[in-house]
Structures are given as structure tokens and as C-alpha cells.
């Protein structure tokens, strides 16, 4: 199994909807949460991160965790065409117990919103 | 303004050669990573150095050397053992030793082919 797993895509949407990025992780002591955009030939940048159960919001990105389940997500509201990018999802991993932390990538979700 | 400068953007290595890309940072930031991209595998971990003299390998160690003799510079060097080079390469770094919880902060990556 994958330390983190993400549907590489194409996800389409029209412009205006709502995107629904989904990611499930693999080490239960996970404890750090991270989204990252990456626009095609650009390095990522990061969007959300989240810590605790439950929801987070940002302008128009929610992250939702659920620790219980391992499944981390990130909604787009009212999508836009300057959304379309490859979103990755990341987990902070420990290496070693109590040692050092690291953080894992998924593979990306390619978004496309359609106007 | 704070960042990661990576340099150089593009560079072409021939066969039995080795080549340095180098990654400064001017964030105060402890920790710096080194990850390879290619096509549909995501990120990869090549070495992390959370602090200054020391590094550690990550998944795809071999055929790469790295060193951390300034807090502000970890240069990677991709020597001719690395038998398949061409990808992109990103430096990030974080902000504390052993806590990657605030995410990473990514440069502007090199793209390395080989000719």
C-alpha cells in the first residue's frame, strides 16, 4: 500500500462548481495534513494544512480530516479556469520513532475546470 | 524578500558526468529537503538535512551526494552513477528541526536533462 494515495485525474468541473480533491494516508500516526497546487512546468506552493478532526476553511478551500477513516480532502468552492493545476496531497511521516519527520507525497490530482 | 533560489533553471549533463544544482534559502529555515519529480510518481525524496553538517537519506539516495556546511546552502550533486537523471528537481525547506507542521517552502526547481 501506498503511504499516501491520491486519484492522479483528470478531474472536470464546470466553472462555478464545486471541487472535491480526496486523498487517503497510510501511517495512523500521521499528524500533519498538507494541499499543495502545482501549475503545470512550476514548483508546488502550498494551500492548506490541517491538524485536528474535522473541517478547515480558507477562502474558497475547505480541508476536511478524518483521522478515524485516514482520508484527507480539499473542496474548491466556486471553481475557477485559474484553478485548473495538479493538487498533491501530503503527510508528515516519522522516519524513525521519535526521530525525524518527513513528508510524503501523493502522485497530484489533475483539476481541469471547464468554463 | 524571503525565499528559496534554485540554480540553475535548466542544465543539460552529458553521459559520466557529474553536476551540482544549487538551492540557497534566506528564510532562517532549519530544515531543507531535496525531491525529484518525474511524470505520474509524484515527488520523491532524495536527502533532508535538518540541520547544519548533517543529512540524511531519503528513498532515492542512491547516485546523489549532498552537503550542508552553511545553514543557508544544500547543494545536490548528481554524479554518473545516477543512471537515469532527467527529471525536475526541487529544493524546499521548512522552518524547524524535526517538524515539517508549517509545510514546505518550495524553490523554483531545476529541470536536469541528460544529452
Known amino acids: 500500500q501506498k503511504e499516501v494515495e491520491q486519484n492522479s485525474g483528470p478531474l472536470s468541473v464546470p466553472e462555478g462548481a464545486i471541487a472535491s480533491l480526496n486523498c487517503t494516508y497510510s501511517?495512523?500516526?500521521?499528524?500533519?495534513f498538507f494541499w499543495y497546487r502545482q501549475y503545470s512546468g512550476k514548483s508546488p506552493e502550498l494551500i492548506m494544512f490541517?491538524?485536528?478532526?474535522g473541517d478547515k476553511e480558507d477562502g474558497r478551500f475547505t480541508a476536511q480530516l478524518n483521522k478515524a477513516s485516514q482520508y484527507v480532502s480539499l473542496l474548491i468552492r466556486d471553481s475557477q479556469p485559474s484553478d485548473s493545476a495538479t493538487y498533491l496531497c501530503?503527510?508528515?511521516?516519522?522516519?524513525?520513532?521519535?526521530?525525524?519527520?518527513?513528508?510524503?507525497f501523493g502522485i497530484g490530482t489533475k483539476l481541469q475546470v471547464i468554463p | 524578500d524571503g525565499g528559496i533560489t534554485q540554480s540553475p533553471k535548466y542544465l543539460f549533463r552529458k553521459e559520466g558526468q557529474n553536476v551540482t544544482l544549487s538551492c540557497e534559502q534566506n528564510?532562517?529555515?532549519?530544515?531543507m529537503y531535496w525531491y525529484r519529480q518525474d511524470p505520474g510518481q509524484g515527488l520523491r525524496l532524495i536527502y533532508y538535512?535538518?540541520?547544519?553538517?548533517?543529512?540524511q537519506k531519503g528513498d532515492i539516495a542512491e547516485g546523489y551526494s549532498v552537503s550542508r556546511e552553511k545553514k543557508e546552502s544544500f547543494p545536490l550533486t548528481v554524479t554518473s552513477a545516477q543512471k537515469n537523471p532527467t527529471a525536475f528537481y526541487l529544493c524546499?525547506?521548512?522552518?524547524?528541526?524535526?517538524?515539517?507542521?508549517?509545510?514546505?517552502?518550495f524553490g523554483s526547481g531545476t529541470r536536469l536533462t541528460v544529452v
Open positions: 501530503a503527510v508528515n511521516i516519522w522516519v524513525n520513532s521519535g526521530g525525524y519527520q518527513k513528508v510524503t
Open positions: 538535512s535538518q540541520i547544519v553538517n548533517d543529512f
Open positions: 524546499a525547506s521548512s522552518r524547524a528541526r524535526g517538524e515539517a507542521n508549517y509545510g514546505y517552502t
Open positions: 490541517i491538524y485536528s478532526n
Open positions: 501511517d495512523r500516526g500521521s499528524q500533519s
Open positions: 528564510l532562517n529555515h532549519d530544515a
